[in-house]
């Protein structure tokens, strides 16, 4: 019998393999039993500063493993949890606890220093470690359709919303995920993005689930210390998103370190192109590359075979056992394989909508026929004859030039095979100018634009190009679009930016018909 309740993964674990590797941190180490014992004692601990049953709990931390004994803690008495990075601005900040209306607030010391709110505040290290009325009766029992949390997506444009997740729903993900992917019981997860991210939240499930043991960093082992940190846990998963897995290739390919124990590297958040797959490989050959799709709203949509890349470049797999992909056109009707048009989701995993924004949830996660809840996911790609998925962006990541359409990830692939280039980030066009590409690396602008000729029709290559020493990344490791766009007027002014001439430039940009839209929540 699977868990239908979050805290039962952990408790199914405990009771089978309660003295095994739970978590570590900073040369701490947990046990199964140790996490469930602190979780029951998180839970008695918010149960007395009086949350109940659908409230919420803040937790505004890095990376520590107190922090999943609060999330255990709070699903054990039907508390919804929400996890919010300590690099998180105030602004921000203040947007999520006027939106979620916490019960109490717990985090790091530096972290909790930015809450500003009438709301209870708590360091982490004030939540004890035992449950010192393990006597007393005991809360009330969440059920399954309970809402367990609220996962506040990054937004790019306007301010978050929170995805509402339920016991049920998060169970069924992990399960699905977690017989795809064969976590081992000798398995050491290392994982150093953010608690915030679902991605980085979901391998604690996923351990719980199959007895891997997980290995939590932060973003100083997302730096150069990757390698070393990597190879101190014996690591044999690592999860990424794309950008990490090149900053990686290129700290192995400087030092020569090796990675003998890492047998499995995943990877989400965007496509993976296949050149960056291909790096992963050669610079660490005892592992596989497995691809995925998904984003906050169904955690998980799709996941490739290992090196599924080999034999259909750009594929991230096929929809998960259980679960309904389909493409389809604007008026929603199905397209068939080879056919572009909008990826719509159904399956037990499709979460209960968006926190306080019934218009937003009417929107995207909408009723068929025959009831079913479906999630306009708002990511457009296409599948083949056997059902596999090809991702190539979100709405507005795609866009017709010259006639032709045109995705920033296609053209971010072409940029990262040439030579010299370590980042790339496209750019679609808008009002005010054409699609953009900037890139990092030890390369002019001038060789630049010659290497993207030879490998892009003429009406594919970007109106405007921009070489910086270094691409700015999101919290969640991903490429932050709004400050490299930020960034254009200055490297004009420098002279590191700028064009094909005027003869080689394609005709105006415009965004492809039928393909407009807000950008949703990230991929997870």
């Not at 005892?286 to 080999?310: H, N, Q, W, Y």
Request: hydrophobic letters at 40%.
């Amino acid at each position: 019998m699977t868990a239908t309740l979050l805290h039962e993964l952990l408790d199914r674990r405990s009771m089978r393999s309660g003295n095994t590797r739970a978590t570590s941190r900073s040369g701490r180490t947990w046990n199964y039993a140790e996490l469930w014992r602190r979780s029951q004692a998180a839970a008695s601990w918010l149960h007395h500063q009086h949350v109940r049953r659908g409230d919420r709990v803040l937790i505004v931390d890095h990376n520590d493993m107190e922090t999943l004994a609060v999330v255990f803690g709070a699903s054990r008495i039907g508390a919804m949890y929400t996890v919010v990075s300590h690099r998180i601005t105030p602004y921000l900040l203040r947007h999520i606890v006027a939106d979620s209306c916490p019960r109490l607030i717990v985090g790091s010391g530096e972290a909790i220093g930015q809450v500003a709110a009438d709301v209870p505040t708590f360091a982490l290290t004030e939540v004890p470690d035992r449950d010192a009325d393990a006597g007393c009766s005991r809360w009330p029992v969440p059920i399954a359709s309970d809402p367990v949390s609220l996962i506040y997506t990054s937004g790019s444009t306007a301010l978050p919303k929170a995805v509402v997740s339920t016991h049920q729903q998060v169970t069924f993900a992990v399960d699905a995920i977690a017989a795809e992917l064969g976590y081992r019981e000798d398995d050491s997860v290392f994982c150093c993005l953010p608690l915030s991210f679902d991605y980085g939240l979901y391998q604690a499930f996923l351990c719980c689930a199959t007895g891997a043991a997980l290995m939590l960093g932060d973003e100083t082992d997302a730096g150069a210390a990757l390698p070393s940190s990597l190879a101190s846990a014996q690591a044999s998963v690592l999860p990424l998103v794309p950008s990490l897995g090149i900053s990686l290739c290129l700290l192995l390919e400087r030092s020569g370190a090796s990675l003998p124990f890492l047998r499995m590297i995943t990877s989400t958040g965007a496509p993976l192109i296949p050149s960056v797959a291909a790096r992963l490989r050669a610079r660490i050959p005892t592992a596989v590359v497995v691809a995925m799709f998904g984003l906050t709203e169904c955690k998980r949509v799709s996941i490739a075979e290992p090196d599924l890349d080999l034999a259909r470049p750009g594929s991230a797999g096929r929809a998960l056992p259980g679960t309904e992909v389909v493409v389809a056109d604007a008026g929603g009707r199905p397209l068939p394989p080879g056919e572009v048009g909008e990826f719509l989701v159904k399956g037990p995993h499709v979460m209960a909508g968006y926190w306080n924004s019934p218009d937003q949830t009417a929107a995207r996660f909408r009723r068929d026929y025959l009831g079913r809840t479906t999630l306009h996911t708002g990511d457009y790609g296409r599948t083949d004859n056997d059902g596999y998925l090809y991702v190539l962006g979100r709405r507005d990541d795609i866009y017709k030039q010259n006639g032709f359409r045109v995705s920033t990830t296609e053209v971010e692939a072409a940029a990262l095979d040439i030579p010299g280039v370590e980042r790339a980030a496209a750019l679609p066009p808008r009002e005010d100018h054409g699609a953009r590409l900037a890139v990092s690396g030890s390369i002019s602008l001038e060789r630049l634009l010659k290497e993207l000729r030879l490998r892009l029709e003429p009406s594919k290559i970007p109106a405007d190009c921009l070489v910086l020493d270094a691409l700015p990344l999101t919290t969640n490791g991903k490429s932050d679009r709004r400050a490299i766009a930020g960034q254009w007027g200055r490297a004009h002014e420098a002279g590191r930016a700028g064009g094909l001439p005027a003869e080689a430039l394609p005709a105006a940009a415009k965004p492809a018909p039928g393909l407009l839209g807000g950008r949703g929540a990230e991929q997870g």
